[in-house]
T-cell receptor, first 115, second 116 residues
Framework: DAGVTQSPTHLIKTRGQQVTLRCSPK?????VSWYQQALGQGPQFIFQ???????QRGNFPDRFSGHQFPNYSSELNVNALLLGDSALYLC??????????????FGDGTRLSIL | AQTVTQSQPEMSVQEAETVTLSCTYD???????LFWYKQPPSRQMILVIR??????QNATENRFSVNFQKAAKSFSLKISDSQLGDAAMYFC?????????????FGKGTRLHILP
């Protein structure tokens, strides 16, 4: 039973560039959430996708956007990269109708470094 | 807005001993979930234990247990018989099931060192 998978594992970009991160949810899950974890900090919620639509997003600018595909996989896009975007980006999946207490399952993350 | 505070950036414990990690949170809701997640150097966020606010009984998972004090908004994690594999970052987290987006709010974490 495959868990949450993210690609790539590491990525190095320069300021001003654009990046796309990918996530495949755990088998049977239909909801994907994205988090940004800066060095030494806890993860911060970016947004969540369900039924190919974005739900309420966290306090992140419009440079952060995403997409969910019919197979429930998701992409996180960041435009006009800033040095402050350097972080570990975590993807978590869950089942929307799984009940209130079912946990989100996290992937290993993508480490994004901005030079 | 809900917040989660972990006041211990780092802690150390001798192998086989017991350690308690502290967490406080702020919310105006009466129904919510609290979690402790473990993040080893492999980076994957692993759920350690979960507590539902409407349950008075403290959750227990093998060597891991919590002390949930709802009135004080306190949620500490006790690790008994510490093992080398317990070394990791530990995050306290909050989730309000009434939030449609199902987001989790994390504290800044406590780095736990296990001394052999």
């Amino acid at each position: 039973d495959a868990g949450v998978t993210q690609s790539p594992t590491h990525l190095i970009k320069t300021r001003g560039q654009q990046v796309t991160l990918r996530c495949s949810p755990k088998s049977g899950h239909d909801t994907v959430s994205w988090y940004q974890q800066a060095l030494g900090q806890g993860p911060q919620f970016i947004f969540q996708y369900y039924e190919e639509e974005e739900r309420q997003r966290g306090n992140f600018p419009d440079r952060f956007s995403g997409h969910q595909f019919p197979n429930y996989s998701s992409e996180l896009n960041v435009n006009a990269l800033l040095l402050g975007d350097s972080a570990l980006y975590l993807c978590a999946s869950s089942l929307a109708m799984g009940g209130d207490n079912q946990p989100q399952h996290f992937g290993d993350g993508t480490r994004l470094s901005i030079l | 807005a809900q917040t989660v505070t972990q006041s211990q950036p780092e802690m150390s414990v001798q192998e086989a001993e017991t350690v308690t990690l502290s967490c406080t949170y702020d919310t105006s809701e009466s129904d919510y979930y609290l979690f402790w997640y473990k993040q080893p150097p492999s980076r994957q966020m692993i759920l350690v234990i979960r507590q539902e606010a409407y349950k008075q009984q403290n959750a227990t998972e093998n060597r891991f247990s919590v002390n949930f004090q709802k009135a004080a908004k306190s949620f500490s994690l006790k690790i008994s018989d510490s093992q080398l594999g317990d070394a990791a970052m530990y995050f306290c987290a909050y989730r309000n099931p009434m939030n449609r987006d199902d987001k989790i709010i994390f504290g800044k974490g406590t780095r736990l060192h296990i001394l052999p």
